[in-house]
């Protein structure tokens, strides 16, 4: 059953579509969630089942000969058809660049599996019996067919290059899924016939559950799988946990708890817990289980990926089911439409889905891309002072330009002034996104910091860009002289030291100027201006009284006040 078959394919396109492109894009805001929704597909036939990964999305439409289903594949940009065959392609799943799905082209008419590497299409099993709905994982993949003992279903794995049977039972096992080379399934194999979860590491097949009670749909991520059983009280669905070591059981309600997706410690579920009992979504973190729906409508068919989820719900206009996107703090309607909108999926922040949008209702592909990345910083051009120099003015006025977002657009930004140079801003907005500048209030002395975050239209933060430091120094600086009381002289002339100080407590002293004058009531006379030195030589005459003052200026410009003065008697 090993038998690869390969055949290169030229890709029919059947549509050029931009994101912005032919069907049009629509953009929408809930809260802090910013969408673009983009319609793929308007046919007159169904299309139906996307699956997505990052901006790729394959789903099966009735376009082939005799109306049969076909695979089409939308690489971000533009839409192609994958097959186009006499028999029915159904299933599609993807991971990447690659695709795999299921289609009835065997021998007598079974399903057999196909895989897309991107460019070719290979065949990867030819078998008399039927195998079905296979799951990707990069280049594995895996599926479950009619090929063991007296015709029971069994797992296949595909590494990329080999076929590999998991399985060989007297029971069957179902619907596996894959983690990279891990795999989860069930299959029959537990007391009286219950259906039992098994695990694949890659090398070893680990019974995870061998209870009294049937428990089936595994998911995988990594070494966590989830899946419902019929454990609770009496006999209600609950969902249990494996980390790679234990098992958990995060429900133990009086309803139904079913239909659980994982993405890495995440889980997401359905349950039968509202008014009335209608059905909820149920949110696990790893620790706490947070219900994320109370309605008086149906919530189904969660999807997960990391703290992103999707559903329908019927809670649009005339109870339509509509499109339901949760990203960790806030839930929001991503559609409102008419016609109904069904089977979610989501890979990061791109959602695709199908709804009855086409020509004469027919079912077609949407797709949202929502804001979750950050926009870019501003760059600084300037400020007034500049920074890493000395200033007395204590306002500043930085200039900044350029701050972009890809998606829903810059909305603005959060500023903060600090001595420290790792600040956050807080995320409450306070310029405009038209703003080029940023102007702060009166700073105290020292080195102080601009910081800058920019939030976009979706909500989204950037981390921030810090600028400085701006050194400023208000602060006058002080300074004394001192000078002899008494000199004799020795003629008409005599020579004595003077001797002057500072202190600055900011950006420390520069210079000084000093002066003098001849008797209490004369008038001050310039000595020594804008000096570094702290003393020099006085030439004075006999018989006079000398007085002496001295100021300091610091490298921030600021001047102090002029000293005391002293006296010195020439005898």
């Not at 009531?521 to 009284?545: E, H, M």
């Amino acid at each position: 059953m090993s038998l690869l078959r390969t055949r290169k394919i030229n890709l029919l396109l059947v549509a050029v579509l931009s994101v912005a492109g032919l069907l049009g894009a629509a953009s929408s805001v809930w809260g802090a969630v910013w969408w673009q929704t983009t319609q793929l597909t308007a046919n007159s036939f169904h299309e139906s089942a996307p699956q997505i990964s990052g901006t790729n999305i394959v789903w099966e439409g009735f376009s082939g000969p005799a109306a049969t289903r076909e695979i089409y594949l939308f690489n971000g940009s533009t839409t192609a058809a994958l097959t186009a065959n006499a028999f029915d392609d159904d299933y599609p799943q993807i991971s990447g660049n690659n695709a795999v799905w299921r289609g009835a082209g065997g021998p007598a008419g079974t399903t057999e599996i196909y895989f897309y590497n991107g460019s070719t299409v290979t065949t990867l099993t030819a078998n008399t019996f039927n195998d079905y709905i296979p799951q990707i994982s990069g280049n594995n993949a895996v599926w479950y067919g009619y090929g063991g003992p007296s015709s029971t279903l069994e797992i296949y794995f595909y590494n990329g290059s080999a076929v590999t049977t998991l399985t060989a039972n007297t029971f069957d096992d179902y619907q596996p899924q894959i983690s990279g080379n891990k795999v989860a399934w069930y299959g029959g194999g537990g007391p009286s016939g219950t259906t039992e979860i098994y695990f694949y590491n890659g090398s070893t097949v680990t019974t995870l559950t061998a209870n009294a009670f049937s428990d089936v749909e595994p998911q995988i991520s990594g070494n966590n799988v989830v899946w419902d059983g019929v454990g609770g009280p009496s006999s209600t669905r609950e969902i249990y946990f494996y980390n790679g070591s234990t098992v958990t059981t995060l429900t133990a309600n009086t309803f139904n708890d079913y239909a659980p997706q994982i993405s890495g410690n995440n889980v997401v579920w359905e349950g039968a817990g509202g008014s009335g009992g209608t059905s909820e979504i149920y949110f696990y973190n790893g620790s706490t289980v947070t219900r994320l729906t109370a309605n008086s409508f149906d919530d189904h068919y969660p999807q997960i990926s990391g703290n992103n989820v999707v559903w329908q719900g019927a809670g649009g206009p005339g109870g339509t089911n509509e499109i339901y996107f949760y990203n960790g703090s806030t839930t929001a309607a991503l559609t409102a439409n008419s016609f109904n909108e069904y089977n979610p999926q989501i890979s990061g922040s791109n959602v695709a889905w199908s709804g009855y949008g086409g020509p004469g209702t027919s079912d077609e592909i949407f797709m949202a891309r929502i804001d979750q990345v950050p926009p870019i910083d501003p760059f600084v051009t300037g400020s007034t002072p500049a920074k890493n120099t000395w200033t007395n003015d204590n306002t500043i006025l930085v200039n900044f330009i350029g701050a972009t977002d890809a998606m829903s657009g810059v909305d603005g930004f959060s500023v903060e002034w600090s001595g420290s140079p790792t600040s956050v801003p807080d995320a409450v907005k306070d310029l405009e996104e038209s703003a080029g500048s940023a102007a702060s209030p009166a700073q105290p002395d020292g080195d102080r910091w601009f910081h800058l975050r920019t939030v976009d239209n979706g909500g989204n933060w950037t981390s921030t860009i810090h600028y400085g430091p701006f050194k400023i120094d208000t602060t006058k600086p002080t300074a004394s002289v001192r000078a002899p009381a008494k000199v004799s002289a020795s003629g008409s002339t005599a020579r004595f030291r003077v001797r002057w100080s500072g202190a600055d407590t900011g950006s420390g002293v520069k210079n000084y100027d000093v002066h003098y004058k001849i008797g209490k009531r004369g008038a001050w006379k310039r000595w020594k201006t804008g000096v570094s030195s702290l003393r020099a030589r006085f030439t004075a005459r006999t018989g006079k009284t000398y007085y002496f003052r001295a100021r300091a200026k610091d490298k921030a410009g600021n001047t102090g006040r002029w000293s005391r003065p002293r006296r010195t008697v020439v005898q």
